[in-house]
């Protein structure tokens, strides 16, 4: 019987810095199984531009808000074999704690969806690996983005957990990314200018996002680590 082949299920991993990984997890060989809520629109159409890979990229579109394991049920029935889960879906909004609802909001998507996958995948899928998407510029106090901030501090929270608990058979760590691309509806200029703020006085790199989460990938050894990819943000942010 001829062996399927090793695929990893991103969750929003039809665009932006989900598709990223997407990339970067073909490059080392595996399928991969893209999840998306609204729009696969960016992915299919690189597809259509790349068809070697036709036969190794999956699509799954649902709505994590209802029953996420749902994803992960769907994945096991493709013609390939699930190693790997990457926590990437993500809302980023304002609001503080005087708005109760936003702050539930932000810690569904960040907190309890990924800790209610990650419980699934390592039920069903014994062994493997979890990379959790958190973000660099949340540790230091503050009440702009407040909620969003502290259910990603859950999340960095989370995959330490994870990692004692899911060892030794799956492997969980989290990557934080800077400032890697324009917020939605963040001008160019605006952007850039977050350099000054920056360390090592760069933004947005795509290509070290994705060296960074090939190490995590391929390094058996590393469990319960968050690695920061934003140019020492994390520093001073």
Not at 180 to 201: Q, V
Not at 204 to 217: E, H, I, K, Q, T
């Amino acid at each position: 019987m001829r062996k399927l082949p090793e695929a990893v299920l991103i969750t929003a991993g039809t665009k932006r810095l989900g598709f990223c990984m997407a990339k970067a997890t073909l490059s080392m060989g595996f399928s991969v199984i893209l999840h998306f809520r609204s729009s696969d629109r960016f992915a299919r159409d690189w597809l259509r531009r790349n068809p070697r890979f036709n036969r190794k990229v999956f699509f799954i579109r649902h709505d994590l808000s209802d029953s996420p394991e749902t994803v992960i049920t769907k994945s096991l029935k493709l013609p390939c074999t699930l190693t790997g889960l990457v926590n990437n879906a993500s809302s980023f909004s304002g609001g503080n704690l005087n708005d109760p609802e936003h702050l539930r909001r932000m810690l569904e998507i960040h907190l309890f969806v990924p800790a209610r996958l990650g419980a699934f995948f390592h039920k069903q899928v014994k062994s493997g690996w979890i990379i959790n998407i958190t973000d660099a510029a949340i540790a230091r106090p503050g009440t702009a983005c407040q909620n969003y901030r502290m259910s990603k501090l859950f999340l960095e929270e989370l995959t330490r957990q994870q990692a004692v608990l899911f060892a030794p058979g799956c492997r969980v760590n989290a990557l934080a990314p800077g400032a890697i691309l324009p917020a939605a509806g963040s001008s160019k200029a605006a952007f850039n200018a977050l350099a000054d703020k920056i360390p090592l006085r760069k933004t947005g790199s795509l290509a070290a996002l994705a060296d960074a989460y090939c190490f995590l990938v391929k390094n058996t050894r590393c469990t319960g680590q968050t690695i920061a990819v934003d140019g020492g943000w994390h520093l001073v942010a």
